[in-house]
């Protein structure tokens, strides 16, 4: 069975702070995907990154960087220099690799708030 | 381009009725997906079509059921609502599978 934890339910840090937001995962498959989504008060999941599970290079974004490492399960997220404006949920979510793209496992979120 | 278009954004029922959700997804996206969310069973996977056919199917019962129509544009239908049925439902687009989901800012509905 597939899973995705995210232990921290929430978080708060005052601007400028950096942050790293944990997501461990659960998969028997040697191939997969995962993905970071952040959703904002509005309601709509906005998209963040998808990942292979071939390509363990970190990737940095801006403000942004996730850490990949299969050897522990984890693909966590780094926001460098936080402003209110990244004040939201983020949800970490696992796919499996062929014709499974529209089912996502998500975690079950982590709330930042972000404090000026 | 537009983004995923969902309606209405706000629903009341009342439990034993049935509602439909309207989803448009992103032009030239072929794959519709459907994800209720709770705040305590988080987002939950509810089905994916592709070029109206259902690809994949999460573990919800019989009472939800979807289509998609031949221009993508996709519904949702929960027959028999119950109090647990109210939810966020947040639909989704991608250009194919595996291509990463684009959301909609979702339909409350709130069964009284």
């Known amino acids: 069975a597939q899973k995705v934890t995210q232990a921290q339910t929430e978080i708060s840090v005052v601007e400028k702070e950096d942050v790293t937001l944990d997501c461990v995962y659960e998969t028997r498959d040697t191939t997969y995907y995962l993905f970071w989504y952040k959703q904002p008060p509005s309601g709509e999941l906005v998209f963040l990154i998808r990942r292979n599970s071939f390509d363990e290079q970190n990737e940095i974004s801006g403000r942004y960087s996730w850490n990949f490492q299969k050897s522990t399960s984890s693909f966590n997220f780094t926001i460098t220099a936080s402003q209110v404006v990244d004040s939201a949920v983020y949800f970490c979510a696992l796919s499996r690799w062929y014709n499974q793209g529209g089912k996502l496992i998500f975690g079950q979120g982590t709330e930042l708030s972000v404090k000026p | 381009k537009a983004g995923v278009t969902q309606t209405p954004r706000y629903l009341i029922k009342t439990r034993g009725q049935q509602v439909t959700l309207s989803c448009s997804p992103i032009?030239?996206?072929?794959?519709v997906s459907w994800y209720q969310q709770t705040p305590g069973q988080g987002l939950q996977f509810l089905f994916e079509?592709?070029?109206?056919?259902?690809?994949n199917k999460g573990n919800f019962p019989g009472r939800f059921s979807g289509r998609q129509f031949s221009n993508s544009r996709s519904e949702m239908n929960v027959s028999t609502l119950e109090l647990g049925d109210s939810a966020l439902y947040l639909c989704?687009?991608?250009?194919?599978?595996?291509?990463?989901?684009?959301f909609g800012n979702g339909t409350r509905l709130t069964v009284t």
């Open positions: 032009s030239g996206h072929r794959s």
């Open positions: 989704a687009s991608s250009e194919r599978g595996n291509s990463p989901l684009h």
């Open positions: 079509y592709f070029s109206e056919t259902q690809r």
